[in-house]
């Protein structure tokens, strides 16, 4: 008997599945996938409440949902509460913390103790944070200045500064960190290094 006779059933299945996953890869092609913030990203935040109401992804899905509704208060108690769960795994609520309370200027005790918590437990994310300063360098010379000393830190790999408009008009600047991978963090380097180039 014919190797293709005696496994012809076999051959059919894989025929079939080979046809459906080709017509899906083809529809998918033309089509992005849904955003977290988009009607999809919400519906299915909402099936995982209800299937998964006490993990602490599907907290972090609804505070980022309350954010880009525009209630802090609710973002904040979801962060809270996802993090109270010690989630290891979860890299990105580890880094939504840290840059959350760098955003909200928090001491540096507590925005030490979250960067290096992300930190330890995803020692090779390739995610930056955000730094913000009330006014930034006036010179290219000052620019090269801050930059120099901010490579010198050890915890730091890359840094990229950028001028932003504020609405009140002001230019404060960002100053966007890549870390060394396994380093321990301390932000008053950064303090350290932006008052050491540009005194006020």
């Given at each position: 008997?014919?190797?293709?006779?005696?496994y012809?059933?076999?051959?059919?299945?894989?025929?079939?599945?080979?046809?459906?996953?080709?017509?899906?890869?083809?529809?998918?092609?033309?089509?992005?996938?849904?955003?977290?913030?988009?009607?999809e990203?919400r519906?299915?935040?909402?099936?995982?409440?209800?299937?998964?109401?006490?993990?602490?992804?599907?907290e972090?899905?609804?505070?980022m949902?309350?954010?880009?509704?525009?209630?802090?208060?609710?973002?904040?108690?979801?962060l809270?509460?996802?993090l109270?769960?010690?989630?290891?795994?979860?890299?990105?609520?580890?880094?939504?913390?840290?840059?959350?309370?760098?955003?909200?200027?928090?001491?540096?005790?507590?925005?030490?103790?979250?960067?290096?918590?992300?930190?330890?437990?995803?020692?090779?994310?390739?995610?930056?944070?955000?730094?913000?300063?009330?006014?930034?360098?006036?010179?290219?010379?000052?620019?090269?200045?801050?930059?120099?000393?901010?490579?010198?830190?050890?915890?730091?790999?890359?840094?990229?500064l950028?001028?932003?408009?504020?609405?009140?008009?002001?230019?404060?600047?960002?100053?966007?960190?890549?870390?060394?991978d396994?380093?321990?963090?301390?932000?008053?380097?950064?303090?350290?290094?932006?008052?050491?180039?540009?005194?006020?």
């Amino acid at each position: 008997m014919p190797w293709y006779q005696k496994y012809r059933i076999l051959l059919v299945i894989y025929g079939l599945c080979l046809l459906v996953g080709g017509r899906e890869w083809w529809l998918s092609r033309g089509s992005e996938p849904p955003g977290w913030f988009s009607e999809e990203g919400r519906a299915l935040t909402e099936v995982l409440v209800r299937a998964t109401p006490d993990e602490a992804d599907t907290e972090l899905l609804q505070g980022m949902q309350s954010l880009a509704a525009g209630d802090v208060e609710a973002y904040e108690r979801f962060l809270e509460e996802a993090l109270a769960r010690n989630p290891k795994h979860n890299g990105m609520l580890l880094r939504f913390h840290a840059q959350h309370l760098i955003d909200t200027g928090e001491d540096w005790v507590t925005v030490n103790q979250a960067l290096n918590r992300w930190r330890i437990n995803h020692p090779f994310d390739v995610e930056t944070v955000n730094y913000y300063i009330g006014a930034g360098p006036e010179t290219d010379l000052q620019l090269a200045a801050l930059e120099d000393a901010l490579l010198r830190i050890r915890w730091i790999e890359r840094v990229w500064l950028e001028p932003i408009a504020a609405e009140d008009g002001t230019q404060p600047w960002r100053i966007v960190i890549d870390f060394t991978d396994g380093a321990v963090v301390d932000i008053r380097d950064v303090d350290r290094a932006v008052g050491f180039v540009l005194p006020r």
